[in-house]
């Protein structure tokens, strides 16, 4: 079981405290009362998704030795216009460098995460639809 507390801080500013001992700060926006003192709820969710995948991306990886240097993952949401405001796409763009990889270890990677393991993926995607982008050593190729 996951477990995690919410404290009110002020104004619009909570602090999030995980059931593993991590906090974070979330905040709003000025213009709705907040102090721009953290991440909006949705950027967290956002990255969260990031995070998930992420993990599973690098693991394979490590795990089939695919000789990367770099990985990083652009994330882009789009929301609803009514309320209550989901996402209804989302992009990933996975990016990885290194001498000698091999773009079909990646997305095959990419593909385990997106298809079994990534938790994060299996809930948003019931709401959201997402675009899947690898790059590798530059070269953009579309998997969703």
Known sequence: ???GSITWLNNMAMVAKSGSGHEIVMDAAAAVGGEERGARPKELTLLS???????DVIAIMQKKRVPFTSFTIDLEADT????????????LVY???????QRDHVDRAIQ???NKYCGVTHMLNKTAKLVIISEVNG???TLS
């Open 95 to 101: 990016r990885t460098v290194g001498e000698g990889v």
């Open 80 to 91: 609803s216009k009514e309320h209550p405001q989901v996402f209804t796409e989302i992009r």
């Open 1 to 3: 079981m996951l477990t």
């Open 139 to 141: 070269e953009r190729k």
């Open 112 to 114: 385990l995460s997106q």
């Open 49 to 55: 998704l990031g995070g998930c995948t992420g993990m």
